[in-house]
């Protein structure tokens, strides 16, 4: 396929369009989370333990990736539990431990809900080239990286939420 003509823009206004694209999907998490009877914790959770498939989480790995305590993720996985979306099976290689997997049936209608999204993206992918899908690939991922370090700067306590010197 040939790549079409992009009409220019600067590094500001890529970065718009991704905070009105996060907005986005900040809302259509909670709306999500609501359709599914989740709060938008406990559908991040869920999320994580899908994209884990065949190598179930731990509680430990899930708390990690949620930024919570151990003790929260637990209650986050008892109301999965309760609302049927996950279950905890022991761990093959240490009867001690539990890992998490989701139901199936639960995963189906997470997918459901995800899909028509996801259709959407395909469309819109495919009006790109693969080195232009692989460089959007590239950017998402190291954007990744960005905002878990920005998040790790936001928790450390290092920023203030006051504008320095330069800022004001």
Known sequence: MQGKTRPPATAGEAIARMDQYVALGIV??????QLLGLNVTDLTCLGHILGAGDAPLAAGDLAGL???????????????ERAGYARRVPDPADRRRVRVVADPTAAARVVAVYQPMYDRLATLFA?????????????????????????????SGELTGEPTAGEA
């Open 28 to 33: 259509g998490q909670q709306e999500v989370a």
């Open 127 to 155: 009006d790109y080239t693969p080195d232009e899908v692989a460089v959007i690939a590239d950017w998402f991922g190291r954007a990744a990286v960005e905002i878990r370090a920005h998040c790790a700067q936001v928790r």
């Open 66 to 80: 949620l930024d919570l305590t151990t003790g929260a993720v637990t209650g986050v996985l008892n109301r999965l």
